[in-house]
């Protein structure tokens, strides 16, 4: 079983663009990226703290912009049309989830499609759809980097992704789709998931159900990607797949932590550095 290391292949990720920053500021260009966080949700603010982190790391500058968990959604507005028409700024983020007196839709469809760097702006989704040039969201674009980083095939194999929200699952199947493989995608109504997951060379949980992938749904040799973040009592983190069940089964498998979990961030940094050439 070859065990897929998102840490390592994060890392990497993050020294390339590292690379890339230090040498487009030799040229005279900078990237920056805008974080907006509204309220005071504890993990939102530990995501924006890390993303803050991994800016300073590979040279991106970043622009926080924390505002109080009653701000009017005309206030966010307007302060993304003011991010969107400055120059030196190339990337905006918004932190979900939003307070309930902002409509996350109109937030998001406010960003530029040319600073969309989350990827989730219907433009970018759009493209992703046509197999244009643009935005990818980050966590499925990151499973792609672990999968052809680790080497594994996947034109004409059997691609299997349980999960269809918008940030994953979706945008999952259509990578998977541009890579060649033939793609299945499963979801809460459908019928006889397990044989439909035994089948898969690659096998994809996003579907925020702790350890309910077992070795019952793998097939012997089949790459497993483990989407899912649990906190377990004890505060221990598990995946969607029973890592410790399905580990012997599996040809390669991701860990949580430690498999697609950082690799996340190192795409949103990725995607910074790529939005000077967009
Ligand atoms: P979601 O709840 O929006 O979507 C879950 C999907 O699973 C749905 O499409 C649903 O139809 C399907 N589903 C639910 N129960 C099912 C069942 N019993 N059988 C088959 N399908 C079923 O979740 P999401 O936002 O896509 O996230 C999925 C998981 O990935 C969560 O655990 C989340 O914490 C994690 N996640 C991790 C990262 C990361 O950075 N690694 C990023 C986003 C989400």
Known sequence: MKLIDGKAISQQIKDE??????????????????????????????????????????????????????????KVLALIDELNNRED????????????QI????????????????????VSVGRLSIG????????????????????I???GKHCVVIGRSNIVGKPMALLMLRENATVTICHSRTKDLKEICKSADILIAAVGKPKMVDRSYVKEGACVIDVG?????????CGDVDFDDVKDVAGAITPV??????????????????????
């Open 17 to 74: 663009v590292k690379d890339k920053v230090a040498k487009m500021k030799a040229e005279g260009k900078e990237v920056a990226l805008a974080v907006i966080l509204v309220g005071d949700d504890p993990a939102s603010a530990v995501y924006v703290g890390n993303k803050k982190k991994a800016c300073e790391y590979t040279g991106i500058r970043s622009e926080s912009y924390e505002l109080p968990a009653d701000t009017s959604q005309e």
């Open 153 to 155: 095939e996947t034109e």
């Open 103 to 122: 409509d996350e839709k109109a937030v998001i469809d406010a960003i530029s499609p040319d600073k969309d760097v989350d990827g989730f702006h219907p």
């Open 257 to 278: 932590p430690g498999g697609v979990g950082p690799m996340t961030i190192a795409m949103l940094m990725k995607n910074c550095a790529e939005s000077l050439e967009a």
């Open 132 to 151: 244009e040039k643009g935005f990818l969201p980050c966590t499925p674009a990151g499973v792609i980097e672990l999968i052809k980083r680790s080497g």
């Open 229 to 237: 973040i649990h906190r377990l009592e004890g505060k221990k983190l």
């Open 89 to 100: 700024i190339q990337g905006i983020l918004v932190q979900l989830p939003l307070p309930k």
